[in-house]
């Protein structure tokens, strides 16, 4: 048995049901009632639990939320116990427990091992978990797209390898070819592009910018429109400060200063705190003669030349032209300079690249020509023995007649890959169509799924794949909703007996109709509506003894107390107990 097993499930305000447990077998499980009971509900707990999609109409009417909490065992070192403890996840001895909140206004939470987690988590964690199975299930096998997903599952290695060198090639096939297109159909708006830019650099090349030359000459052309006040300015600045040559009898700022140094130096010896006070003076006076000489040099130097000025108004012109076109100011200029002419030097450089992309996309579909035919030897090569391996299930599910193959082919087209001499269809998965074929019986001709088996024989079609799997790429647990919808008799005898096989691998938990199916499980559980048409916490129970008699009668009969469906019911457990 296998180490990961789903152990119970608790569901509150799903559907009909209002609280129920439901205990598993970590063997084969049957899930049986009424029509209406709510068993699909066990189906839609689960999908909850693996992630998916929470619709607030699934929620019991009256009630706030729905909550599903599962606990499912599972090994140390498991995969998904180490995708979950890396989400922060505890196991509760040796179990990781999963719950699913959902709200009546559509808001939905996860839980993972205690933790606040996001519901695509969940889904991860799906794969090494569960594989789910239904009606849905079935009309998705029909898809040629899933048939070919089916037979690269089971291939394996043989086709993975080659498929993901194939998928990456096909990748930069497409990064290739919609370069070239772009290049060669937009010939015309690239040329008129490479102008504008030429256009542009050849005019600010002209003004040869300097960085942040607005900037400087805008102050220069401030202080050049202001000289004459500026001059002022400074000579009555150094006048007051310093005295004016013209004025000897004005009093002055240094003057009255220096006339403060020498009061309190006469006494200083008198008094620390004073002599201090005579310093800070002496420093003033010595700042009062340096800023004095600074306002006379700055009155000699300054320049009132008109010419310069008018030479400066002219330059911020011309720069000012630039920044309406390219920039906010002479720095962005530069910028978009720097990135025009790295454009441009692509864009001149078409048609070398157009010569060297072309080349690069033929030899690229040359090597997805190589690939796409390794996969299609690979999927030859294991088409044959997945056919042949479910064709002996099917022996086993009272289809002992039925031939199944495959159907692998591609279709011409000039502008394809060259596959085995012929010029074919490829798309990211290879030049493949895989298509499922059903011979029902000897002498009929192998006819696709869809059109050669009935509701039953495609039932046992998807679960004969799903046996194959098992054996190649097993999953812990399998789901299955009503798989043995559309059959009866013999084949539904045959499938309860092969899920029972299956279930000696992997646990197996069946929503089921047919008692013939119900008979070979380890363990049987029953869902039932009380009165008011809810199904409450003792709704769900596990039925043995008698009770498995009464509701199996009732599954063959309708009536729980007919001796002769009670004989039929004890024949079949009587049955499955000695196949097993």
Same mark, same amino acid.
């Given at each position: 048995?296998?180490?990961?097993?789903?152990?119970?499930?608790?569901?509150r305000?799903?559907?009909?049901?209002?609280?129920?447990v439901v205990?598993?077998s970590?063997?084969?499980?049957a899930?049986?009632?009424?029509?209406?009971?709510?068993k699909?509900?066990?189906?839609?707990s689960?999908?909850?639990l693996?992630?998916?999609?929470?619709?607030?109409a #699934?929620?019991?009417?009256?009630? *706030?939320? =729905?909550? %599903? @909490?599962g /606990?499912?065992?599972?090994?140390a070192?498991a !995969?998904?116990?180490?995708?979950?403890?890396?989400a922060?996840a505890?196991?509760?001895?040796?179990?990781?427990?999963?719950?699913?909140?959902?709200?009546?206004e559509g808001r939905s939470?996860?839980?993972?091992?205690g933790?606040?987690?996001p519901?695509?988590?969940?889904?991860?964690?799906?794969?090494?978990?569960?594989?789910?199975?239904?009606?849905?299930?079935q009309?998705g096998?029909?898809?040629l797209?899933?048939?070919?997903?089916?037979?690269d599952?089971?291939?394996?290695?043989?086709?993975?390898?080659?498929l993901?060198?194939?998928?990456?090639?096909?990748?930069?096939?497409?990064?290739?070819?919609?370069?070239?297109?772009e290049?060669t159909?937009?010939?015309?708006?690239r040329a008129?592009?490479?102008?504008? #830019?030429?256009?542009?650099?050849? *005019?600010? =090349?002209? %003004? @040869?910018? /300097?960085?942040g030359?607005?900037?400087e000459? !805008?102050?220069?052309?401030?202080?050049l429109?202001?000289?004459?006040?500026?001059?002022?300015a400074?000579?009555?600045?150094?006048?007051a400060?310093?005295?004016?040559p013209?004025?000897?009898?004005?009093?002055?700022a240094?003057t009255?200063?220096?006339g403060a140094?020498?009061?309190?130096?006469?006494?200083?010896?008198?008094?620390?705190?004073?002599?201090?006070?005579a310093d800070?003076?002496g420093?003033?006076?010595?700042?009062?003669?340096?800023?004095?000489?600074?306002?006379a040099?700055?009155?000699?130097?300054?320049?009132?030349?008109?010419l310069r000025?008018a030479?400066?108004?002219?330059r911020r012109?011309?720069?000012?032209?630039?920044?309406?076109?390219?920039?906010?100011?002479?720095?962005?200029v530069l910028?978009w300079?720097?990135?025009?002419?790295?454009?441009?030097?692509e864009?001149?450089g078409?048609?070398e690249?157009?010569g060297?992309?072309?080349?690069?996309?033929?030899?690229?579909?040359t090597?997805?020509?190589?690939?796409?035919?390794?996969?299609?030897?690979a999927?030859t090569?294991?088409?044959?023995?997945?056919?042949?391996?479910?064709?002996?299930?099917?022996?086993?599910?009272?289809?002992?007649?039925?031939?199944?193959?495959?159907?692998?082919r591609?279709?011409?087209?000039?502008?394809?890959?060259e596959?085995g001499?012929r010029?074919?269809a490829?798309?990211?998965?290879?030049?493949?169509?895989?298509?499922?074929?059903l011979?029902?019986?000897?002498?009929?001709?192998p006819?696709?799924?869809?059109?050669?088996?009935s509701?039953?024989?495609?039932?046992r079609?998807?679960?004969?794949?799903?046996v194959?799997?098992?054996?190649?790429?097993?999953?812990?647990?399998?789901?299955?909703?009503?798989?043995?919808a559309?059959?009866?008799?013999?084949?539904?005898?045959?499938?309860?007996?092969?899920?029972?096989?299956?279930?000696?691998t992997?646990?197996?938990?069946v929503?089921?109709?047919?008692?013939?199916?119900a008979?070979?499980?380890?363990?049987?559980?029953?869902?039932e509506?009380?009165?008011?048409?809810?199904?409450?916490?003792?709704?769900v129970?596990?039925?043995e003894?008698?009770?498995?008699?009464?509701e199996l009668?009732?599954?063959?009969?309708g009536?729980?107390?007919?001796?002769t469906?009670?004989?039929?019911?004890?024949?079949?457990?009587?049955?499955?107990r000695?196949?097993?």
């Open positions: 048995m296998v180490g990961v097993v789903l152990e119970e499930m608790r569901i305000s799903l559907g009909v049901i209002d609280d129920a205990e598993l970590p063997g084969f499980t899930v049986t009632g009424e029509t209406g009971a709510g699909t509900m066990v189906v839609t689960l999908g909850l693996l992630g998916g999609r929470a619709d607030p #699934l929620v019991r009417i009256g009630a *706030e939320k =729905a909550v %599903v @909490e /606990r499912v065992a599972v090994p070192g !995969a998904a116990v180490v995708r979950a403890e890396e922060g505890e196991l509760d001895d040796g179990a990781l427990l999963i719950s699913r909140t959902v709200s009546a939470r996860a839980h993972l091992g933790r606040s987690v519901v695509g988590l969940l889904g991860e964690l799906a794969d090494d978990l569960v594989a789910v199975h239904g009606q849905t299930d009309q096998l029909l898809k797209n899933r048939q070919r997903q089916a037979l599952r089971y291939a394996g290695d043989a086709v993975a390898g080659p993901a060198k194939y998928a990456e090639a096909y990748r930069r096939l497409r990064a290739v070819s919609a370069e070239l297109e290049i159909t937009r010939a015309r708006e008129q592009e490479a102008d504008m #830019l030429r256009y542009g650099l050849e *005019e600010i =090349a002209a %003004v @040869e910018p /300097r960085t030359e607005d900037g000459l !805008a102050e220069e052309a401030e202080r429109g202001h000289a004459e006040a500026l001059s002022s400074a000579t009555a600045g150094h006048a400060l310093a005295g004016n013209e004025d000897p009898e004005g009093i002055d240094a009255l200063v220096a140094q020498r009061a309190l130096e006469a006494v200083r010896a008198h008094d620390p705190a004073l002599a201090a006070l800070r003076i420093e003033i006076g010595i700042l009062l003669g340096d800023v004095a000489g600074e306002l040099g700055y009155a000699d130097d300054l320049d009132a030349d008109p000025l030479a400066v108004e002219e012109s011309a720069l000012t032209a630039l920044t309406r076109k390219y920039g906010e100011d002479v720095n962005a910028a300079a720097e990135q025009s002419a790295a454009r441009l030097t864009l001149d078409d048609d690249r157009i060297e992309l072309t080349a690069e996309r033929d030899a690229l579909r090597e997805l020509g190589g690939l796409a035919q390794a996969l299609t030897d999927r090569e294991a088409a044959e023995r997945f056919a042949a391996a479910v064709t002996a299930e099917l022996a086993s599910l009272a289809m002992p007649h039925a031939r199944v193959s495959f159907a692998i591609q279709t011409e087209d000039p502008e394809g890959v596959v001499g010029t074919v490829y798309g990211p998965s290879g030049a493949d169509e895989v298509e499922l074929l011979a029902p019986h000897p002498g009929a001709p006819r696709p799924i869809a059109k050669g088996a509701g039953g024989e495609l039932s079609v998807m679960l004969a794949v799903e194959v799997f098992a054996g190649t790429d097993p999953v812990p647990t399998y789901l299955f909703d009503e798989v043995d559309g059959v009866g008799g013999k084949a539904a005898v045959e499938i309860g007996r092969r899920l029972a096989r299956l279930a000696k992997a646990q197996v938990v929503v089921t109709h047919l008692p013939q199916v008979a070979f499980a380890d363990r049987q559980l029953l869902v509506k009380t009165d008011d048409g809810s199904v409450t916490r003792s709704g129970k596990v039925l003894g008698e009770d498995r008699i009464r009668s009732r599954m063959l009969a009536q729980e107390d007919s001796e469906a009670r004989a039929h019911a004890e024949e079949l457990l009587a049955t499955a000695a196949d097993l």
